[in-house]
């Protein structure tokens, strides 16, 4: 099966698995096996792969860190590219740009951006997902979003054609970009930055750090912010204020630390997890009248 799929990454040198076990590829650590699972380590190699899954008739789920998804408990009956280590090149393009291939960790990008004196992107820093995710769901946190900072986003269709967004046609909004309502795959950023004092940079990374450490349950696996942020309200505290937390289901938990988490504190399967997570919608529906919306992605 997908015998031009193995052939085109291949031939690339690209990694490859079959019946890949996905909780090895999502911060949750929760999901059944993947079909065929593909790293490319080029855009010729994703382009080639592209072509072949066109070929073999099939759509392939494109994922980046595996930070903002949740992959159901029987798997995916398919092929997923993880834009990974592989794709994560970071280039200073000059006059303040940086260029950044869709697989890099945000991380790695806001201590490169330090090493330049470029500012902008500390809120970033912490975020467990690449450059890719974080464009193509507008990731923010503490006053920032990607929309603040991303100049021009590459990207390239399922037949492998490339192209480009910018300004106003990257459509950012709170957790949304041009590319959640289209099949087109991110395959760089380009970001405009501001030369600011490395001093200054750094407290300010530091500081996002010292935040997330002390508000954030980072000693588990999870995904995130589990549900969007309702007009008005803060989702975390509508939950608290519900009395939610703490709340188990099998090895998923609502985080005792920040509400606004769903956890994995022990052998939680996704069934667990959706399971707590529609819980707490029906209870926080009853009780506040408010509709929570996920923010993970369920695949």
Not at 41 to 61: M, Q, R, T
Request: hydrophobic share 40%; glycine share 12%; proline share 3%.
């Amino acid at each position: 099966m997908y015998e031009k799929i193995i052939k085109a990454a291949t031939d690339f040198g690209c990694n490859f698995v079959e019946n890949a076990d996905m909780a090895k590829y999502t911060t949750f650590r929760i999901g059944g096996p993947a079909k065929l699972l593909v790293e490319p380590n080029s855009v010729d190699a994703l382009s080639e792969i592209l072509k072949a899954c066109k070929a073999e008739g099939v759509k392939p789920i494109v994922l980046g860190n595996g930070s903002n998804v949740l992959v159901r408990d029987e798997g995916i009956d398919g092929v997923v590219i993880v834009m990974g280590e592989a794709f994560s090149k970071i280039e200073y393009a000059g006059n303040d740009l940086v260029k950044v291939q869709a697989g890099a960790k945000l991380v790695n990008l806001c201590r490169f951006a330090l090493e330049y004196s470029l500012g902008g992107l500390e809120f970033a820093f912490g975020i467990p997902g690449t450059v890719g995710g974080a464009a193509f769901m507008n990731a923010g946190a503490y006053g920032g979003e990607m929309k603040d900072v991303v100049w021009v986003v590459n990207h390239m269709d399922m037949d492998g054609n490339r192209g480009s967004f910018q300004g106003d046609g990257l459509e950012f909004s709170y957790r949304h970009s041009a590319y959640v309502d289209s099949d087109l795959i991110i395959t760089s950023v380009i970001f405009h930055l501001e030369q600011e004092n490395p001093d200054a940079i750094k407290n300010k990374m530091d500081d996002v750090q010292r935040r997330r450490k002390a508000k954030q349950p980072l000693e588990y696996p999870s995904a995130g912010s589990t549900f969007k942020r309702p007009e008005g309200y803060f989702a975390a505290a509508l939950i608290d204020e519900c009395g939610m937390k703490g709340y188990t289901v099998g090895g998923a938990q609502v985080s005792e630390k920040h509400a606004g988490f769903v956890i994995n504190v022990g052998v939680a399967t996704s069934s667990d997890v959706l399971n707590l997570m529609s819980d707490v919608q029906k209870k926080v529906k009853e009780e506040k009248g408010v509709d929570l919306e996920p923010e993970v992605r369920i695949i």
